[in-house]
């Protein structure tokens, strides 16, 4: 046997060293959580914004347009007044000022109504039930616009118009 043990010395630049390493623990352990926080509501953002909000956006907006062009033709058909001699009618109509944030046209020819959108995934085109007597359907609305139908015309012909002002 060599002799009673002795307690190790432990030099007091190592407990100061230790006791330093112990505070930054808390700080390097909340930095991680918030990193991962911040990483999970980034890749979420992501993955939302990249995919499924603008399709969700372009869905709603195609259901405004058809919404907004079957209002028009409505508009237009129920603006043909009953059999007269002479018809001169103006009737306002109203439409949504915007589509997924811009401006649109519905323009009418050859006996439909064409909604026109910059977005793609917005628009269509419908045909109009009117009677025979109705010679032409033109013109064109503008989104924003005031809107008015005008129809007009005489001995059993009528002509239909798109007007904004």
Do not use: C, Q
């Not at 007091?12 to 390097?28: E, L, S, W, Y």
């Not at 372009?58 to 009953?82: F, K, S, W």
């Not at 616009?145 to 798109?162: H, K, M, P, Y």
């Amino acid at each position: 046997m060599d002799g009673p043990t002795r307690p190790r010395r432990v030099d007091a630049a190592a407990r100061n060293g230790d006791r330093r390493d112990r505070a930054v623990t808390p700080i390097v352990s909340k930095t991680l959580e918030i990193g991962l926080v911040l990483l999970f509501v980034g890749g979420l953002s992501t993955a939302l914004f990249g995919g499924a909000v603008p399709d969700y956006r372009d869905a709603a907006a195609d259901r405004v347009g058809d919404r907004a062009l079957a209002g028009a033709a409505t508009e237009i058909e129920n603006a043909v007044p009953p059999r007269a001699a002479s018809v001169r009618v103006e009737r306002r109509v109203d439409l949504p000022a915007t589509i997924r944030g811009s401006s649109y046209r519905v323009v009418a020819g050859d006996g439909r109504v064409r909604l026109d959108h910059p977005n793609p995934s917005v628009g269509g085109s419908l045909r109009l039930a009117l009677p025979g007597r109705v010679a032409s359907v033109s013109g064109t609305w503008r989104s924003g616009a005031e809107t008015v139908i005008t129809v007009a015309g005489g001995d059993g012909r009528l002509s239909v118009e798109l007007v904004s002002r």
